[in-house]
């Protein structure tokens, strides 16, 4: 159901991104809002006025193969029933490209994933968290005002601010679905450190959990001005047995035109209160 | 006598003058003698976290700081024509359940500027967007500074494009829906809503917003409102969450800080 949901809502956004007044549909998308198809180098890696590297713009997540890890960051052989299709998943350690789960956690994903498929978060329009939201559809945009990094996703109206200036994180206390992010650079790779996220968010369509104790450290490195990689090493001492890591690129979206649409998500839903 | 006169309004006149210089100097609020730090590509820099401070949301047409928020037409009233006034207090009888803010729903524009929650603007040099980000509903708002209208689109928070007129970040919004409302109280909208909003620094900590607001099928004549935006100051001061439906959700959602008990060793 929930499936059907997101679905729905991808398809009505994929309709309005090509709608009247948008110039041309940017060729990276084509047709996917998903991922982009095809990698289009760049040239040298763009800067500043501090020298540090000109990430703004927009991007599309351009995973590996038959990947696609908004609907599994592990890898699967498929789930029928969910309509989750085979995938190799985003994770690169451990070399399986599976969560190394602790038994409680492998066996609530399984759960769910067999009979509770309705709390998906995206289903509730929730915000994905850290790494969800780095997946989500339809193009992120990068903003880099003075002091921050910021990201903006058309996808749940979704964004992150993160602050450069080396404050510390809020209190551990305080619970956030999209968590609370710290950026500094070490040479041209910026580095996030993600903490206080929420329990309810699940790290795909699939299931795939985590616990207030989450620890994510994300790394994004320019490789030309028109391609990032992206890797997140992901630590939680109450649901994993050791950290894991996934990693995949971003590919610019080309069109000068190319602009983020309105995702209106709750203001609809109707679907989930009927559960 | 006639001599002193004219000394006197030479020196009134350099007053008037120099009086904005040195407010300048001194960093302090002067009406629009203000001029607002600078971004790299020359322009006025709006970045920070505002919140508007005050009571203007429970109703547009009250007052801030003794001053009317409508500032035209002159009573302070919305123009309605008659069918929408009547439809307004309709609006106000049912607020506790019809208020779209009490659904959760998008607020709309101009409300996202004056509702209780901060939002931060996100401006970088040389962008084509800039951006507002409300701790209210996660709410992104893109301000875009190129390009045309949509047409045939019904948005929630309208289409927006901005220009800079010197000090002024001034935003053309259309293209709305008529689900969103001006306040808690009721007031309302067709989906020929039009509105162009003004942010203008006025200050180190402070922004004047303002927004006229025209829309044949509800109002007579346009009118126009008038209200101080305040930056927050405190030390690593930050957008929070307001996840308004995720609270709401009843109790077999799980939203909370820890694995549903029963599923953990």
């Known amino acids: ?275 | 006598m006639k001599i002193l006169a004219s000394i006197s309004c030479a020196v009134a006149v350099v007053c008037l003058v120099s009086v904005p210089v040195s407010s300048q100097t001194k960093g302090a609020p002067k009406g629009k003698a203000y001029i607002a730090p600078r971004l790299a590509d020359g322009k006025p820099d709006l970045n920070g976290i505002w919140e508007v401070r005050a009571k203007v949301d429970a109703d547009l047409e009250g007052k801030v700081n003794g001053k009317n928020i409508i500032v035209d037409p002159a009573d302070g009233k919305i123009p309605y024509k008659p069918e929408a006034l009547a439809k307004k207090k309709e609006n106000f009888q049912k607020r506790a359940t019809e208020d779209p803010l009490n659904k959760c729903h998008a607020p709309g524009v101009p409300r996202l500027a004056y509702i209780s929650y901060p939002f931060q603007i996100v401006e970088s040099a040389n962008q084509p967007v800039i951006a507002f980000l409300s701790q209210y509903v996660h709410t992104l708002r893109n301000i875009n500074m190129q390009g045309e209208h949509l047409d045939g689109l019904e948005l929630w928070f309208g289409d927006s494009r901005g220009r800079w007129e010197g000090e002024t970040l001034v935003v053309d919004v259309a293209a709305f829906n008529s689900d969103t409302w001006f306040d808690a109280a009721g007031n309302h909208h067709s989906d020929a809503l039009h509105v162009v909003e003004r942010f203008t620094r006025t200050g180190p900590e402070t922004i004047t917003y303002e927004a006229t607001i025209e829309d044949p099928k509800v109002l007579t004549k346009p009118f126009k409102i008038s209200l101080p935006l305040m930056l927050h100051t405190e030390k690593n001061f930050q957008i929070m969450e307001y996840e308004c439906y995720a609270l709401k959700e009843g109790p077999t959602f799980t939203v909370g800080d820890k694995p549903d008990p029963q599923h953990a060793k």
Request: net charge negative; hydrophobic share 35%; charged share 20%.
């Open chain 1, 1 to 275: 159901m929930s499936k059907q949901l997101f679905v729905a809502l991808s398809i009505a956004s994929a309709c309005l991104a090509q709608g009247p007044g948008r110039g041309p549909v940017n060729p990276l998308l084509n047709g996917n809002p998903y991922v982009s198809p095809q990698e289009v180098k760049g040239g040298p890696i763009v800067r500043l006025p501090d020298g540090k590297p000109d990430l703004q713009g927009a991007w599309l997540q351009r995973t590996v193969g038959n990947s696609m890890s908004m609907y599994s960051i592990e890898a699967t052989p498929g789930h029928p029933k969910t309509s989750i299709p085979r995938t190799a998943g985003v994770i690169v350690d451990p070399a399986d490209g599976v969560i190394p789960y602790q038994p409680w956690a492998r066996q609530r994903e399984i759960d769910l994933s067999e009979n509770h498929m309705v709390e998906e978060s995206d289903a509730h329009c929730f915000l994905g968290g850290v790494p969800h939201q780095m997946y989500t559809p339809f193009g992120m945009r990068i903003l880099q005002p003075p002091g921050f990094v910021v990201m903006t996703w058309e996808f749940m109206h979704a964004y992150r601010i993160i602050p450069l200036d080396g404050r510390p994180h809020i209190h551990p206390s305080i619970k956030l679905f999209e968590g609370d992010s710290r950026g500094h650079w070490e040479g041209d790779t910026l580095v996030i450190d993600v903490t206080n996220q929420v329990a309810r968010t699940w790290l795909d369509q699939s299931a795939n959990i985590h616990s207030d104790a989450i620890h994510v450290v994300e790394r994004i490195t320019p490789v030309d001005s028109n391609n990032l990689t992206y890797e997140a090493t992901i630590e939680d001492s109450k649901a994993y047995t050791k950290p894991w890591t996934i990693r995949f690129s971003y590919s610019r979206i080309l069109d000068p035109k190319f602009e983020h649409l309105e995702f209106a998500c709750i203001e609809g839903e109707v679907d989930v209160a009927k559960h």
